[in-house]
């Protein structure tokens, strides 16, 4: 099935993933009632897909816009969630450094 308007996509019920016209690659993933719209698209011969948001807090027009940015990104070579992943790991990696040791902590009280 091939959504095409904000109405269906708000009719569907069923679990399931669902293309959406109006941009290459766009689905809509619906599971446990939970409705998230992902881009699919290749990088290097290889198959990746990148979550968008939820739904209902994006709607049908801005997950085109953000999917239809997105391929303009990938068609310049870059890599999309290649990016998110390297973003999250440096995130997680400043907060562990930014974690009080046991041993800075008693260092601090004591001084």
Same mark, same amino acid.
């Given at each position: 099935?091939?959504?095409?308007?904000?109405?269906?996509?708000?009719?569907?019920?069923?679990?399931?993933?669902?293309?959406?016209? $109006?941009?290459?690659?766009?689905?809509?993933?619906?599971?446990?009632?939970?409705?998230?719209?992902?881009?699919?698209?290749?990088?290097? $011969?290889?198959?990746?897909?990148?979550?968008?948001?939820?739904?209902?807090?994006?709607?049908?027009?801005?997950?085109?816009?953000?999917?239809?940015?997105?391929?303009?990104?990938?068609?310049?070579?870059?890599?999309?969630?290649?990016?998110?992943?390297?973003?999250?790991?440096?995130?997680?990696?400043?907060?562990?450094?930014?974690?009080?040791?046991?041993?800075?902590?008693?260092?601090?009280?004591?001084?």
């Amino acid at each position: 099935m091939i959504l095409t308007s904000a109405i269906a996509i708000k009719k569907i019920k069923d679990d399931g993933r669902f293309t959406v016209s $109006g941009c290459k690659g766009l689905q809509l993933r619906i599971e446990k009632g939970i409705k998230k719209f992902f881009l699919r698209y290749s990088v290097n $011969g290889l198959r990746k897909t990148i979550s968008l948001g939820s739904a209902d807090s994006l709607s049908l027009a801005d997950a085109r816009a953000l999917a239809n940015d997105l391929l303009k990104r990938i068609a310049l070579g870059e890599d999309p969630a290649e990016e998110k992943r390297l973003a999250r790991k440096k995130a997680a990696e400043e907060k562990k450094r930014k974690q009080l040791t046991f041993s800075d902590a008693a260092t601090q009280w004591v001084a």
